[in-house]
């Protein structure tokens, strides 16, 4: 059995260097005693050459304890590395010098402790807090040896900002000797950062080192050695390495905590203006101590493997024919007729001045002014713009120029809610956030980061209280008339980061490049046949943004594109009035309340939708009889439901003649792949995990794999959901679950998330929710797993019609029609019928089912407590359970495109 020093870390390795020091600071020939953790003698005793080491170096106020979990992990790793953790002299457990050390003389330590060590390469260097800035400076000099850099939440620089408000604390003459030195107070301070709270023995074992106020001099000079300005004795030093690395051509991975009330997102951002092409993943709710609140050892190998092992060679370009975004928009710069029409005013003022309308012509006009006043302001490529503004003619000029301007545009949408809004507008780090009156003022009481421009014009004060810089207005002044900055379109740049809608969890970012845009475009053009002369109304946002790149003229509803459900019948038709429109874009939610208030429609309204060719239902599944009641509705057109998802929208696309043909079966019939995407399946094992091969054979249940050119090129800053879903080469892996039938038609069964392991096996959802449904009196159905994985049981939640007042179990003849309907048509039966007065759903699509919600909801309920009280799920939003199962992000089970 293998002794343990602490807890975590193997006696072997452990270990004392004498190591000769070279450092200014201290007198020719002078040595030092080093302690480090090393598991190459532990390697070398078993036969196994490393692929490389890890030289781990920690900060303030740890010690290379904070590195067990990589030398834990090393060992087992496919490719074993070796792991050298390093206590920095006047730390841990190695010699107090009595000398303070600043950072120049602690990056030639580093160098004097490899070189005693004969680190020769390849090496890949970790560093935490001020450690990841010592890391840095030892890789500059020791670039032949450099193989890549690992940096979990540090700062090379104040970028431009004051220090930390913990910092100046800590650095303030009446606190700094009494805290860093006297008491361990920066010590204990730094421990309760930990998210979740570090347990006992750890919390000791990191305090172990600094028991008395001697042995916390280091910690105190520290603090001292920080470079607030260029007065401080190191910025010299710090601004070397903050500019060398620039220069730094190697593999890097950024592990970051969001929650780290020091180095916050905006060194993130800092640091990746720096090293532009690093992975980058944020952990939400990880706070500053990201080693101890997460596992990192896991994509730290995973990221070693791929990247640094066996990297992948960046050098091949595509060469498919690309048509930029803005090919149409210039080609037609010179027609009068109309590109954009407002049916809503903006930002909900209603000043009565009706339609506002913009030619073509107009657009082109306003798209070049706004892109040379966008450059003036700073906007260069590459840049992260915010746009925070509804769809109609602001939105698709700031699209548009930005795309100009070869800068990355950031959309995230409201329905998000403050909370998620935030969190998205934060991990994605925009340089500019332009915004309408409500969401400049969310950036100024949440402190979004970005220059902010407003779209509307404010008054002097208002612009003050707000922090706006700039106005669209003036932008536009500005630029009218100038020449645009002229840069080449990179087809492989990145051209804009779109977020998911957070029906799975947080939000996250959906990164596509120029080519996967018009890739996207294409697809839709192809699959639907549209082509310049279509005027459509879009009525759900994806589809807006995408009018002028088809040359189609396109129309805004009157609506609250954040909530479908605010779209009316007459809002639709007076929409379809103004363009005579051909094409209708709309969500399931958006419909069905375009159905419930139909009856006010007089013979204008209804003449115009009786014009439209194609509508498109996109945003969650359609039952067939309600698709039925809005073909009455428009009667010449081709009713087409899409399923896709942010990351590749769409996929697949099926009519309703197609959905009639397929008739029932296992799950939701989404059809066959649209214009240039392929399906596969990867096969759902008995136990619940995936298979690696992707499947094209019939009636095989499994994740659902997506190809095509314009599936996303990556999550924003998220490598590890990023390599997971990437993790079959070639195949977006999409968490859904399905199969193909035998005319190679796909069915959706469900999310990976939400299967259920029973005692009989695996089985998924939707087939046991759509006989729910076709019982009387059921309106939703969500069938979600209760008790142990691979012992789980059936329950059927529902909605009725009328819907039921309080949430509880079902009466009894309702639970047994619903009981026997399933197990007709499914072969299995439900251990309990459930009902509730609405379905938690989220707050794009009001239609998205949270099951995992509904799971801990239910399990609750049926372990015989108290009915759970219902909340509310974002401003607006239905009644929700107020319970979910810990440990298990939301996830819920498909519903359709734009997850």
Avoid at 714 to 731: H, M
Avoid at 857 to 885: C, D, E, H, I, N
Wanted: with cysteine; glycine share 10%; net charge neutral.
């Amino acid at each position: 059995m293998v002794e343990e020093l602490w807890p975590g870390v193997s006696s072997a390795w452990s270990t004392f260097i004498r190591v000769p020091s070279t450092a200014a600071v201290d007198v020719p020939g002078r040595v030092h005693k080093w302690h480090i953790l090393d598991n190459g003698p532990q390697l070398a005793a078993d036969g196994i050459e490393p692929a490389g080491t890890l030289l781990c170096v920690h900060g303030n106020p740890t010690w290379s304890y904070l590195w067990r979990s990589l030398l834990a992990a090393a060992s087992t790793a496919e490719k074993p590395w070796r792991v050298v953790a390093v206590d920095q002299l006047d730390m841990g457990f190695s010699d107090r010098t009595g000398v303070f050390r600043r950072l120049e003389d602690r990056i030639t330590d580093l160098g004097n402790l490899t070189d005693a060590l004969d680190i020769t390469g390849p090496v890949v260097t970790v560093g935490h807090d001020w450690g990841g800035v010592i890391s840095l400076g030892w890789a500059l000099r020791h670039r032949r040896q450099l193989a890549g850099t690992i940096l979990t939440n540090t700062a090379v620089h104040p970028a431009g900002f004051s220090l930390p408000p913990a910092l100046k604390l800590a650095l303030h003459p009446a606190v700094h000797p009494w805290g860093t030195r006297s008491t361990d107070a920066f010590i204990r301070v730094t421990h309760a950062l930990a998210q979740p709270a570090l347990s006992a023995p750890v919390k000791d074992a990191f305090a172990l080192p600094y028991r008395s106020a001697v042995r916390r001099q280091g910690v105190a000079n520290f603090v001292a050695d920080i470079p607030a300005d260029e007065t401080h004795p190191s910025w010299r030093a710090l601004n070397a390495v903050a500019d060398g690395i620039r220069r730094l051509n190697v593999p890097s991975l950024v592990l970051w905590g969001p929650k780290d009330p020091v180095f916050s997102d905006r060194y993130l951002r800092d640091l990746l203006e720096r090293m532009p092409a690093s992975s980058v993943h944020r952990f939400e709710g990880a706070s500053h101590l990201l080693p101890e609140d997460v596992d990192i050892a896991s994509p730290v190998f995973s990221w070693l493997k791929t990247a640094v092992e066996t990297p992948a060679n960046t050098s091949l370009r595509r060469s498919d024919p690309f048509r930029p975004m803005l090919a149409e928009l210039d080609e037609r710069a010179g027609d009068t007729s109309a590109a954009v029409v407002d049916m809503a005013p903006l930002d909900g003022n209603d000043t009565g001045a009706g339609p506002r309308t913009l030619s073509w012509a107009g657009l082109a006009e306003r798209v070049n002014a706004l892109a040379a006043g966008l450059a003036a302001a700073g906007v260069r490529p590459g840049t992260r713009v915010n746009l925070l503004v509804p769809p109609g003619i602001e939105l698709t000029s700031l699209i548009y120029a930005c795309l100009r301007l070869n800068a990355v545009i950031v959309v995230a949408d409201a329905g998000l809610g403050t909370k998620g809004l935030g969190r998205a507008i934060k991990g994605a780090g925009p340089a500019f956030l332009i915004g309408i009156d409500r969401a400049l003022i969310g950036a100024r009481a949440f402190g979004w980061p970005g220059i902010r421009i407003s779209v509307d014009e404010l008054t002097p004060a208002r612009k003050r209280l707000l922090g706006v810089q700039h106005s669209v207005a003036e932008l536009i002044a500005d630029g009218a008339g100038s020449d645009v900055p002229w840069h080449p379109v990179d087809p492989d740049a990145d051209a804009a980061v779109l977020f998911t809608s957070g029906s799975t969890g947080p939000a996250k970012g959906v990164v596509y490049t120029h080519r996967q845009l018009a890739a996207m475009r294409d697809a839709i053009r192809n699959t639907y046949n549209l082509r310049a002369g279509t005027s459509l109304v879009a009525g759900f946002a994806p589809f807006a943004l995408l009018g002028p790149a088809l040359g189609a003229t396109s129309v805004t509803p009157d609506m609250d594109v954040t909530s479908p459900r605010t779209l009316t019948a007459a809002a639709l038709a007076d929409a379809a009035v103004a363009v005579n429109a051909t094409t209708i874009f709309a969500s399931p939610a958006a419909l069905a309340n375009v159905l419930a208030t139909s009856g006010s429609l007089d013979a204008a309204q209804k003449a115009a939708l009786e014009q439209v060719e194609l509508l498109l239902s996109a945003g969650a599944p359609i039952a067939e009889p309600l698709l039925a009641q809005v073909q009455e509705l428009v009667p010449g057109a081709s009713l087409h439901t899409p399923y896709g998802m942010t990351e590749a929208l769409p996929v697949t696309d099926i009519s309703l003649q197609g959905i009639r043909s397929a008739g029932s079966g296992n799950g939701v019939c989404v059809g066959t792949p649209v214009s240039g995407a392929r399906v596969a399946i990867a096969e759902v094992l008995p136990d619940g995990s995936v298979g690696s091969e992707p499947l094209t054979a019939p009636n095989r249940t499994g994740e659902i794999l997506v190809s095509a050119p314009h599936v996303k090129d990556r999550y924003d800053r998220l490598w590890i959901t990023e390599s997971r879903s990437s993790s079959i080469p070639g195949w977006h892996r999409t968490g859904d679950v399905g199969h193909l039938d035998d005319d190679g038609r796909l069915w959706v069964e469900g999310r990976l998330g939400h299967i259920l392991t029973t005692a009989e096996g695996v089985r998924t959802p939707v087939a046991g929710e759509q006989a729910a449904e076709s019982v009387d009196g059921v309106g939703r159905v969500a069938v979600v797993g209760v008790g142990p994985a691979g012992g789980q049981v059936p329950v059927a939640v529902l909605e009725t019609s009328p819907p039921v007042r309080r949430a509880g179990p079902a009466d009894a003849q309702l639970a047994a029609a619903v009981r026997s309907r399933v197990l007709e048509l499914c072969g299995y039966d439900l251990a309990a019928v459930l009902v509730l007065p609405a379905m938690p759903t989220d707050i794009r699509h009001n239609s998205k089912i949270d099951r995992t919600a509904l799971a801990g909801w239910a399990s609750r309920l049926l372990a015989g407590g108290p009915v759970p009280k219902l909340g509310k799920r974002g401003k607006g939003g239905p009644a929700v359970p107020a319970v979910a199962p810990e440990g298990n992000a939301a996830v819920p089970a498909f519903e359709g495109a734009s997850r």
